[in-house]
């Protein structure tokens, strides 16, 4: 039997995520691009290992923002893991309880959400995203996602089959509802945290 869906989230700062290694700056207020903290939410999508976290991070730093690991809250919520939650509840239960998190998001301020790779693929999950913030999809190629996340066992979705193969054919699937939700579109491969910041501020300025 599936335990309740809750739909009360703890709402205080969050701890970030796992951050990546590639290229983080260690003062990243120095390589600073804006003074003005966004008027908007930022919400980043994308598939794993394309960087949610280390930017999300990032960004938190720079502007003091609340930074929301979708992930990390609901494992922490649910008291396991995100695989655990999979293989004791099914997927559809996961997703649900994406969903739940998105809607009691609303009205937040100042913060940036790290949505998990699959948050994208329910439509009521868009609209949820867009009445929280302007959405951000990080891409990287197959070869990339599969060089950050090689080491990592916590991917539900390609278990025991972690391949760039794999990755491009999930990655492949996914493509057209990621590009469908996103107001902009920021390839991350060989580019520091800091310049994938600068470009996502500039063209979030732009809009």
Same mark, same amino acid.
């Given at each position: 039997?599936?335990?309740?869906?809750?739909?009360?989230?703890?709402?205080?700062?969050m701890?970030?995520?796992?951050?990546?290694?590639?290229?983080?700056c260690?003062?990243?207020?120095?390589?600073?691009?804006?003074?003005?903290?966004?008027?908007?939410?930022?919400?980043?999508?994308?598939?794993?290992?394309?960087?949610?976290?280390?930017?999300?991070?990032?960004?938190?730093?720079?502007?003091?923002?609340?930074?929301?690991?979708?992930?990390?809250?609901?494992?922490?919520?649910?008291?396991?893991?995100?695989?655990?939650?999979?293989?004791?509840?099914?997927?559809?239960?996961?997703r649900? $309880? +994406?969903?739940?998190?998105? /809607?009691?998001?609303?009205?937040?301020?100042?913060?940036?959400?790290?949505? @998990?790779g699959g &948050? *994208?693929?329910?439509?009521?999950?868009?609209?949820?995203?867009?009445?929280?913030?302007?959405?951000?999809?990080?891409?990287?190629?197959?070869?990339?996602?599969?060089?950050?996340?090689?080491?990592?066992?916590?991917?539900?979705?390609?278990?025991?089959?972690?391949s760039p193969?794999?990755?491009?054919?999930? $990655? +492949?699937q996914?493509?057209? /509802?990621?590009?469908?939700?996103?107001?902009?579109?920021?390839?991350?491969? @060989?580019?520091? &945290? *800091?310049?994938?910041c600068?470009?996502?501020?500039?063209?979030?300025?732009?809009?």
């Amino acid at each position: 039997m599936h335990p309740p869906i809750e739909n009360r989230f703890a709402m205080g700062r969050m701890p970030t995520g796992t951050i990546l290694s590639y290229g983080l700056c260690s003062d990243w207020r120095k390589r600073k691009p804006m003074n003005q903290k966004p008027e908007k939410n930022i919400v980043l999508i994308g598939f794993m290992g394309c960087g949610k976290s280390s930017v999300a991070a990032a960004l938190g730093r720079n502007w003091k923002m609340d930074v929301i690991e979708m992930d990390q809250m609901i494992s922490e919520q649910q008291g396991m893991s995100i695989p655990e939650i999979f293989d004791r509840f099914g997927e559809d239960y996961f997703r649900d $309880l +994406e969903t739940a998190l998105l /809607k009691n998001l609303h009205g937040r301020r100042g913060c940036v959400v790290s949505c @998990g790779g699959g &948050v *994208p693929l329910r439509k009521e999950n868009v609209t949820e995203m867009k009445k929280i913030g302007q959405v951000v999809l990080l891409t990287a190629t197959p070869e990339t996602i599969y060089s950050r996340t090689a080491g990592s066992d916590d991917r539900p979705n390609l278990k025991n089959r972690k391949s760039p193969e794999a990755i491009a054919e999930l $990655l +492949e699937q996914r493509r057209p /509802k990621y590009e469908a939700a996103a107001d902009c579109i920021i390839a991350t491969d @060989g580019r520091t &945290v *800091p310049e994938i910041c600068e470009e996502l501020m500039r063209n979030l300025a732009e809009q």
